[in-house]
């Protein structure tokens, strides 16, 4: 093991952190205000988001001086290989709790399109419930709701609440998918490149090749925004679109959220490298769960974009 | 074949059975005090599924009895104050397959006659009649699918007085399980039931008659029954369902098919009688008198008994109540979405929703003089569908 | 480095810890705080069905007593209870030094306050608390749902978010801090019971996240998984659900299993009858965990080919179950058996345990849960694998690693009492349960037919004498502490096994900073 960062030999035990608590306050302050925020927009008449942005904004900044602490540990020197390990297994099975996180939300996919669907429009074992939805007819993406089916909102049939009003046409995955599907498998090499760069310890194609995974993660992102104007303004596909609308924006919002997490992270991985000059061929834990997790977002796009658009 | 196994354990642990399954043993009766175990019930199912219960009660109650008793034997024999040297043996191949292999014969033994009753209670074919039931919150609907398309539709709510519930006035016999409208079906006639749910699941649950299925809004679930012997059947709504969810029984009556016949023409005719009462014009008192009544079973448990609001907002003093009276008429019809207001468009005709109206208008000291007639209501219902 | 310090003084020790020990009792105490609060709730429950009609409460809060009820006795009492024991217990059983990640365990703890004041606090809001069950159907709980459904919802998330870091810990402890020669199979089953605990929670916490994430989308952004209307489905609220809470209860239990296979060899003065086909059974359950949710919802409807598939896959939980209570009884067999608190305590939860599986086997099968399903027989089921199963595991945990903590001894003659206390009044309180459900009375309900009468005010009676017990509980505990008998051997219990016993008594701030070499 080489330089500052050669392993210490007892584990590192931080006697005391303000930290956690900071965080706990914090998380607390940002999910009283967006409830607050929530109910005063749904249920009254006006809302506050005051309490929400305070607690975001210490949330933030908790957790950057969080990360910046531990780097700072490391750097000095404090971490024993088996401290490393344990994050390492930490970010292992962060991830794969993102993994079933993700699972939830194609397995509602699977279930609406394969059994609830077909049953509403009376085919499969509950048939009867046709009944009901008189006329309606199941076809994926949903472009005419049950509640359309029957005569709208002001039909009076069971069960028949909120409003929903189907897209007027469907996302389709010949377009901005596809070259966002492109855009993110080829962030995933270009990462890659990186990844060998500085295992070899060339910091110039490593900076490089990072720079160029962030700018395809947010050009991606950007599409993304742009897909989602298009699907608001012009296709009518919205939140309240029916189950279409719910499904598509629940699995394409999240997975851009994380994209942009981990567009934020490895952003922070780059400056790390470029003004701070850390990492070194052997230790480059940051950088390495960045890209973990990075790989993680892009596997879910593939099936995003298999199930959700093409298939 | 299982019912020989049956009888075996019966024997087995007759003991048990004595105790538990003999205070059951007289078939259909109204439910006693110190009712230990699941009733027989009045249909096949019922008693099939009764058998089960007490085979795989049976047999857990072998397993537990052999295994309590080792443990306690060696609890006793093993003590320390009795000076027992502690073995060190672990581990013995033989014995723990054998415990993993045997139990899962056991298992084989109960799923068969298990699967045999899932397959019996799922064949809703061949039905003679069908009935759609909606749960409503707190209320049942049943709805007889007629060949000739004069279906006839009617609600069952709690029939027990408020006074029984909170008061400390004497509880009848059968309280909290009697209603207004019973369900009425033909003895020895196979029942079709459709299931589903206006707002929130509910679940129609009638023990005597082994059914048990959710009523899920916006789904229609099968099931089915055929009783044999007439009489009253009771139940609950087993799913919760909000606020008054242990306050809406099901009361099933079995009777002849002639008694049934009959009762189906009075339905009808009551239908008749209702379709030329809507086009009369009545006084302020009449429909006051009527929205009483309809308040009280449909608007009450949410809205209170003097209007002061509850679940729902209050009535007395309400901004819609001494407001437009075409809002107000909007709001009983099509309910207010995504809140528990639902639209009584459809539960109430139109006589009663005028009524409801305008007692509502007009009572609790809102005092606007206004009346609604059930033609107002017809006409809204045609204009607002659009 | 390597500097030995002490506890911090005052409140600042507490607050900014990352001690194991001290996170440990701060899990503790918060999760017997959270007991006494879901106690005082059941004692609501009890109270207003001493007798029918509507005495005490309205039916509206009644509903909101159930619901909370389950959620803080689930989520508030037994979970933080079982992680507080882990974080004391663990490093000391695998010698490590403290957990993987001290911080971030910090932070897994003071979550959880933050997130039950949050739902606790709902009470007071407007439309009241959440009132729609711990399962919180939809619609009930979306559409139908009081405006504090927002705060239980972030509640969860929060909560949700505290179990997954507390797992991730734990396995990372396991995996990677075991002392040289402490291999998997040689660890001990507490360690066992936990690491595959976490795992499962790491599995299942995300889909409760986001089972609670769509119904807040549903509520508040006009989305329809869960209504028909939109072509969603409300069922698929509960298959989501089920998927995170049959794992759930195996979560809860699981590290009760733990526990009692430490105890029982321990007073049984006599190893563990086998060792191995107990970490396999453990892991069978886990696995079979993940494939049996639809049990829960028998009456929903399904088609014939699921009813019959979750019956099957759930009946064969009780074979390594069974294989489990077998080696129990099998390990006292021919031991030397003496009869502290810590093991009766083990012995009511083997007999109770055993009696709460044998009604799951008979909720498993699906024809007869047609009857079962929603009636007070499913709470008299759950109550005895929850109560007598991880309640009382974990008051036996208690009396036996108390001396170890705090390096006094309990009062044996007082433990007892509260032994006698708890296994009467629970088995008062619970036992006719399984009677009125039989006889039909469905749970949730704040009023019920006369038949049914009686039951139910001897199953009061039982809840006060449990509730009282409890009482005496926390007087032992407190007791203990401040004025107990001292003991210094490291081996308090003569035929406790394993690494925690090496340890001075009361052990340590600071242990095993040089690994011990495991033979
Ligand atoms: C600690 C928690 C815990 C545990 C361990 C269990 C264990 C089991 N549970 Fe339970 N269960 C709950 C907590 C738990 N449950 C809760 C909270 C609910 C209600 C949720 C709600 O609706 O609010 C519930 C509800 C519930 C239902 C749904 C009932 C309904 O709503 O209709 C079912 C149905 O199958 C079920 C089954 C089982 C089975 C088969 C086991 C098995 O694991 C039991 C296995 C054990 C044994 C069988 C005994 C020992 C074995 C032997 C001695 C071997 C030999 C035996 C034989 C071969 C028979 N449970
Ligand atoms: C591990 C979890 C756990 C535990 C420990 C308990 C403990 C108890 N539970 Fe239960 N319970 C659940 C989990 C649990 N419960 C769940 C999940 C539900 C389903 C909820 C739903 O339907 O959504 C439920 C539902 C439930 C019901 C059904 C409610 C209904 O359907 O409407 C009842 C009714 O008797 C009940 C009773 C009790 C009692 C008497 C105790 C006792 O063991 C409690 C004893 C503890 C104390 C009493 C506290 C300590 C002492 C004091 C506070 C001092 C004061 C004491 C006195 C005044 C005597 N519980
Ligand atoms: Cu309807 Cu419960
Ligand atoms: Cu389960």
Same mark, same amino acid.
Request: proline share 8%; charged share 15%; aromatic share 12%.
């Given at each position: 093991m080489a330089g500052h960062n050669s392993g210490a030999d007892t584990y590192y035990v931080p006697e005391q952190s303000k930290l956690a608590l900071a965080l706990a306050t914090s998380v607390a302050v940002l999910i009283l205000g967006a409830s607050i925020g929530l109910n005063g927009r749904t249920f009254g008449e006006s809302s506050s988001w005051v309490l929400m942005y305070v607690g975001l904004l210490a949330f933030v900044v908790t957790l950057a001086v969080w990360f910046s602490q531990t780097i700072k540990e490391n750097r000095a020197g404090m971490n024993s290989e088996q401290l490393k390990h344990s994050y390492v297994l930490g970010m292992q099975w962060f991830i794969f709790s993102e993994v079933m996180f993700f699972a939830c939300f194609f397995g509602v996919l699977f279930y609406v399109r394969n059994l609830a669907g077909p049953w509403l429009a009376g085919e499969g074992d509950k048939a009867v419930t046709n009944l009901l939805w008189d006329g309606f007819q199941y076809n994926w993406p949903m472009s005419t709701t049950p509640q359309e089916a029957v005569g709208g909102v002001a039909s009076q049939v069971p069960a028949n609440t909120g409003t929903f009003e189907g897209p007027k046409q469907e996302m389709k995955w010949s377009g901005i998918p596809l070259i966002n599907t492109i855009l993110l498998l080829t962030s995933s090499v270009t990462l890659h490149f990186a990844h060998v760069a500085l295992k070899n310890g060339k910091r110039r194609p490593f900076n490089m090749w990072l720079a160029v995974t962030l700018i395809l993660g947010f050009t991606f992102v950007a599409f993304q925004a742009y897909e989602y104007y298009e699907a608001y303004n012009h296709l009518g596909l919205t939140l309240d679109a029916g189950i279409y609308g719910s499904t598509f924006f629940i699995l394409t919002g999240f997975h851009g959220f994380h994209v942009c997490m981990g567009a934020i992270m490895l952003s922070v991985q780059w400056l790390r490298s470029t003004v701070g000059g850390h990492f070194s061929e052997t230790d480059q834990f940051g950088f390495e769960a960045s890209s973990w997790y990075w790989h993680f977002v892009d596997v879910v796009w593939v099936g995003l974009f298999l199930f959700v658009y093409i298939l | 074949m299982y019912r020989h196994a049956k009888q075996l354990w019966q024997l087995a642990i007759f003991p048990l059975i004595a105790v538990v399954g003999g205070f059951s043993a007289s078939v259909v009766a109204e439910p006693e005090r110190w009712e230990v175990n699941m009733p027989v019930g009045a249909t096949e199912v019922s008693r099939s599924i009764y058998d089960i219960h007490m085979l795989i009660f049976g047999i857990s109650c072998v397993i537990g009895v052999a295994v309590f008793s080792f443990m306690f034997y060696s609890l006793w024999a093993y003590r320390k104050t009795k000076g027992h040297k502690p073995a060190t043996f672990h581990d013995n191949t033989t014995v723990e397959i054998l415990w993993t292999v045997v139990p899962f014969f056991i298992l084989l033994g109960m799923a068969w006659p298990a699967t045999k009753t899932m397959i019996e209670i799922y064949d &809703?074919?061949? #039905?003679d009649m069908d009935i759609l039931v909606t749960g409503y919150q707190w209320k049942w609907s049943y709805e007889y699918l007629r060949e000739d398309g004069e279906n006839i539709k009617f609600f069952s709510a709690l029939a027990t007085p408020q006074e029984e519930i909170y008061g400390s006035s004497g509880k009848n016999e059968n309280y909290l399980l009697e209603v207004d409208n019973p369900m009425v079906i033909p003895a020895g006639k196979k029942v079709r039931l459709l299931l589903t749910a206006n707002d929130v699941i509910h679940s129609w649950w009638v023990p005597d008659l082994g059914v048990k299925k959710d009523a899920i809004p916006g789904f229609v679930n099968e099931a089915w029954t055929r009783v044999n012997e007439e009489g009253l059947y009771r139940g609950q709504c !087993? %799913? $919760?369902? =909000?606020?008054?969810h242990g306050f809406m029984p099901i009361v099933v009556k079995v009777t002849s098919p002639a008694e049934f016949d009959s009762w189906i023409g009075e339905k009808q005719q009551e239908a008749t009688e209702i379709k030329e009462l809507m086009a009369q014009n009545f006084s302020l008192e009449e429909l006051m008198e009527r929205g009483e009544a309809v308040y009280q079973r449909a608007c009450l448990a949410c809205? @209170? !008994?003097? @209007? %002061?609001? =509850?679940? @729902?907002? !209050?009535? #007395? @003093?309400?901004p819609v109540a001494m407001g437009d009276i075409g809002n107000h008429i909007d709001i009983v019809v099509n309910g207010v979405p995504g809140t528990a207001m639902q639209a009584f468009g459809g539960q109430l005709n139109d006589l009663e929703a005028a009524a409801v109206t305008t007692y509502q208008r007009n009572a609790f000291g809102n005092n606007m003089g206004e009346l609604v007639q059930a033609v107002d209501v017809y006409n809204f219902k045609k204009g607002g569908g659009e | 480095m390597g500097e030995h310090h002490g506890p911090a003084t005052g409140m600042t020790r507490w607050l900014f810890t990352t001690n194991h020990k001290d996170i440990g009792t701060l899990y503790l105490w918060f999760s017997f705080a959270m007991f006494i609060i879901g106690g005082a709730f059941a004692m609501v429950i009890r109270a207003e069905l001493f007798q029918p009609g509507m005495q005490m409460v309205s039916p509206a809060f009644f509903n909101q007593m159930t619901t909370l009820h389950g959620l803080v006795m689930v989520f508030g009492a037994i979970m933080p209870s079982f992680v507080g024991l882990a974080n004391w217990l663990i490093p000391m059983m695998i010698g490590a030094p403290d957990m993987a990640l001290p911080r971030m365990n910090n932070l897994s703890f003071w979550l959880l306050p933050f997130a039950f004041t949050v739902l606790l606090s709902s009470l007071f809001m407007e439309g009241g608390?959440?009132?729609? =069950?711990? &399962?919180? +159907? #939809?619609p009930l709980s979306t &559409? +139908? !749902? *009081? *405006?504090?459904v927002t705060f239980f919802i972030f509640g969860v998330h929060i909560m949700g978010a505290s179990s997954i870091m507390g797992s991730i810990n734990i396995i990372a402890t396991v995996m990677n801090m075991r002392a040289p020669g402490m291999t998997y199979m040689k660890m001990p089953l507490f360690v066992w019971t936990w690491l595959i605990t976490a795992f499962l929670l790491v599995a299942v916490m995300p889909v409760l996240a986001g089972a609670v994430t769509m119904m807040l989308m549903d509520i508040h952004f006009g989305t329809s998984f869960f209504n028909a209307a939109g072509g969603g489905d409300p069922v698929l609220f509960q298959h989501v659900f089920w998927f995170f809470g049959h794992p759930e209860v195996y979560i809860i239990i699981l590290p009760a299993f733990g526990v009692v296979s430490q105890i029982i060899p321990a007073f049984s003065r006599k190893p563990l009858f086998g060792y191995d086909s107990m970490v396999y059974a453990t892991a069978s359950i886990a696995f079979l965990s993940f494939i049996v949710w639809a049990h829960h919802m028998y009456t929903v409807g399904m088609p014939i080919a699921g009813e019959l598939f979750f019956m099957y896959a759930t009946m064969l939980i009780a074979v390594p179950t069974g294989v489990k209570v077998f080696n129990w009884i099998t390990t006292m067999f021919k031991g030397s058996i003496s009869f502290e608190t810590p093991m009766l305590f083990c012995i009511a939860f083997v007999f109770l345990f055993t009696i709460g599986g044998f009604s799951g086997l008979m909720l498993a099968i699906a024809p007869a849960d047609t009857q079962y399903h929603d009636s007070y027989f499913v709470v008299a089921h759950f109550h005895y694998v929850m109560v007598a199963g991880a309640v009382f595991s974990m008051s036996a945990a208690v009396y036996y690693w108390l001396p170890k903590w705090c390096g006094r001894m309990y009062d044996e003659t007082m433990g007892k009492i509260h032994f006698w206390v708890a296994f009467i009044g629970f088995n008062i309180t619970f036992f006719p349960q399984h009677f009125v459900g039989l006889a039909g009375m469905p749970r949730r309900i704040p009023d019920y037919s006369l038949q049914f009468a009686d039951f139910n005010m001897i199953s009061s009676v039982g809840a006060f004498i449990y509730g009282g017990a409890q009482i005496l509980f926390l007087y032992n505990v407190i007791r203990t502490i401040v004025a107990g008998k001292k003991v210094d051997d490291p081996k308090v219990w003569d035929g406790a096994e394993g690494l925690?016993? &090496? $340890? *001075?008594t009361p052990a340590p701030y600071h242990t095993f900073t040089t690994p011990p070499q495991v033979k």
């Open positions: - | &809703t074919k061949d #039905a !087993a %799913e $919760l369902c =909000g606020k008054d809205h @209170g !008994a003097n @209007g %002061e609001g =509850g679940v @729902g907002k !209050a009535i #007395a @003093g309400s | 608390a959440p009132n729609f =069950g711990w &399962t919180f +159907y #939809a &559409t +139908y !749902a *009081p *405006p504090s925690e016993w &090496t $340890l *001075p």
